[in-house]
C-alpha cells in the first residue's frame, strides 16, 4: 500500500505533468462542445413550442439566415481570437527565455490561464459550427436555444481575451516570474519534508553488491520508493540509491545497487535470489522516473537552479540587469532558509515488518548551497549591489542553519565570496563596507543556536 507520503508525490507528479501540457483542457473543451452544439438543437426542437413568454422574448429570434450569420461570424472570430492568442503566448516564451531562462518556459506551459483561454475560444469556435450543422434552409426550426448560448459563449471570450491580455502583461514581469518559481519550489520542499514513510537504521553496505543500470538517458525526475520497498521486500533484498532526483543519468550506467538480507550460507535462499535477479533489476529500474527535462514535483535543486539562472542571465552583458540578479538573491536565500530547516533524511526506509529496505539518497545541503551561489559570486562579485546581497545572504541562510555542518558550508562560501571580492576592482570606502558585513556574517555562524539571532 503506497504511504499518504507517496499518495501526494504521485498526485504532485501527475498535476504537473497533466499541467505542462498545452492540449488537454482545450481537447476537452472542444469534445464538450461538440456534445452541446449537437444536444442542445434537439432540446429546442422540444421545447419550441412550450417556451414561457419571458423566456422566448429573451432568446434569438432570428430567421435561418440570421441564426446562419451569427454562428458563421462567431465561429470566423473565435479562429482570428485563437490564432492572435497563440501568438502572444508565443512571443511570451521567447521573452522569458531570452531574458530570463529557457528552464522558465515550462512555467508559461503549465499557465492556468492559457489553457482556460484557449479552450474557452476552441470550445465557442467548435460549438459554433456544430450548431450551424442544424440550421436548416427550409427554417421549418430555429435552435433559438443554442443561438443564444453561442452568443453568450461569444461575450464570455470576448472577456478572456481582455482577462488573458492582462495577465500576459503581469506574466511578462520577472518579479513574476520569481515568485512563481520560488512558490513552486517551496511546495516542492514541503512535500519532500513531510515523509511519513517507516524509518530503520542504514544496514552495512558489503563489499561487492549488486548493480542496477539506468535503461535510458535522461534526468531523474522522480523515484516511486514505495516501488522500491516492496521489490526489495519481496525479493529479500536492500536497495541503496545512487542517484537522486534531478541528476543527469545515461543509459547503462549504475543508478542503484543492491544485496540481499539473507545469511551467505543459506545456499538454497541464495539460488532464489540470483533467479529472481533480473526482476528486482527491472522493478527497481522502472521505479525511477527517467525524463528529457528536470521537473519540479520531487526535485527541490530545480527552483535553484532556475532562479540562479535568471540572476546569472541578468548579470551578462547582453541584459545587465543587476536589479534583477539582487531580486534573484533574495529568492534563493528564503529557498536555502527553508532547505536549511529541513529535517535531516532518514537512514534507510523500512517496510511494514521494520526491516531496512532503501537506502535514500540525501539531499546535500553544500551542493544546492553552490547551485545557488557559485554562477552569481563570478559573475556578480564585481557589482557593489550583489556582493552585498551575497553577503547579506549567507547571513540570512545562517540564521536557519542549526547544524554545524551546515553552518561550515556556509563558512566556506563566505571565504570564498570575500576572495572573490578582494579580486575585483573595489575603492576603499566599498571594501570597508564589505569588511563590515563579512563581520556580521561570520557573527551569526559564531552562534551556537542561530535561531537565536
Request: aromatic share 6%; net charge negative.
Given at each position: ?9 504521485w ?44 423566456l ?45 531562462s ?17 479552450a ?24 433559438r ?71 535510458r ?5 522522480g ?40 545469511s ?26 527517467v ?23 541578468a ?139
Open positions: 500500500m503506497p504511504t499518504s507520503d507517496g499518495t501526494r508525490r498526485w504532485a507528479t501527475l498535476s504537473e505533468s497533466i499541467s505542462s501540457r498545452i492540449w488537454p483542457l482545450p481537447v476537452a473543451a472542444i469534445i464538450a462542445a461538440v456534445i452541446a452544439g449537437i444536444l442542445l438543437p434537439i432540446l429546442d426542437a422540444a421545447v419550441d413550442d412550450v417556451l414561457p413568454a419571458w422566448a422574448a429573451i432568446l434569438f429570434s432570428g430567421g435561418t439566415d440570421a441564426a446562419r450569420a451569427v454562428l458563421t461570424t462567431i465561429a470566423g472570430s473565435l479562429i482570428t481570437a485563437t490564432s492572435l492568442t497563440f501568438s502572444l503566448t508565443v512571443v511570451a516564451l521567447q521573452l522569458a527565455s531570452n531574458q530570463a529557457p528552464r522558465l518556459l515550462r512555467t508559461f506551459a503549465s499557465d492556468r490561464m492559457v489553457h482556460v483561454t484557449l474557452t475560444f476552441l470550445g465557442t469556435f467548435a460549438y459554433a459550427l456544430t450548431v450551424l450543422r442544424s440550421v436548416s434552409d427550409t427554417g421549418e426550426l430555429v435552435p436555444i443554442a443561438v443564444t448560448v453561442a452568443f453568450v459563449l461569444t461575450l464570455v471570450s470576448v472577456l478572456m481575451l481582455v482577462l488573458f491580455l492582462a495577465h500576459l502583461a503581469s506574466r511578462l514581469r520577472v518579479e513574476t516570474m520569481l515568485r512563481d518559481v520560488h512558490r513552486e519550489t517551496t511546495r516542492t520542499i514541503a512535500l519532500v519534508g513531510a515523509d511519513d514513510r517507516p524509518t530503520a537504521p542504514a544496514p552495512v553496505r558489503p563489499a561487492q553488491p549488486h548493480v542496477v543500470l539506468a535503461r538517458s535522461g534526468f531523474v525526475t523515484i516511486d520508493r514505495d516501488a522500491v520497498v516492496a521489490a526489495a521486500r519481496d525479493h529479500g533484498a536492500v536497495v541503496r540509491e545512487l542517484r537522486q532526483v534531478g541528476a543527469s543519468v545515461i543509459e547503462g550506467t549504475p543508478i542503484a545497487e543492491w544485496w540481499p538480507t539473507m551467505t550460507t543459506d545456499a538454497a535462499a541464495d539460488r532464489g535470489t540470483r533467479a529472481d535477479r533480473s526482476a528486482l533489476e527491472a522493478a527497481v529500474a522502472g521505479a525511477y522516473h525524463g528529457y527535462e528536470r521537473t519540479s514535483p520531487q526535485d527541490i535543486g530545480f527552483g535553484l537552479r532556475q532562479l540562479a539562472d535568471i540572476a546569472a542571465k548579470l551578462s552583458p547582453g541584459v545587465n540587469d543587476p536589479t534583477t540578479a539582487v531580486h534573484a538573491l533574495s529568492h534563493i536565500a528564503a529557498v536555502l532558509g527553508d532547505l536549511a530547516d529541513l529535517p535531516e533524511g532518514p537512514p534507510a526506509y523500512a517496510d511494514d515488518d521494520g526491516a531496512a529496505r532503501v537506502v535514500p539518497v540525501r539531499h546535500d545541503f553544500a551542493e544546492l548551497v553552490e547551485v545557488g551561489m557559485q554562477q552569481v559570486r563570478r559573475y556578480g562579485a564585481a557589482d557593489p549591489d550583489v556582493a552585498t546581497r551575497l553577503f547579506e545572504l549567507v547571513g540570512d541562510v545562517g540564521c536557519h542553519a542549526s547544524r554545524p555542518e551546515h553552518r561550515r558550508v556556509l563558512e566556506g562560501q563566505l571565504d570564498r565570496l570575500v576572495a572573490s571580492v578582494a579580486a575585483a576592482d573595489y575603492d576603499a570606502h566599498e571594501r570597508a563596507g564589505f569588511a563590515r558585513l563579512e563581520d556580521r556574517a561570520r557573527d551569526v555562524l559564531a552562534q551556537a543556536d542561530p535561531t537565536s539571532v
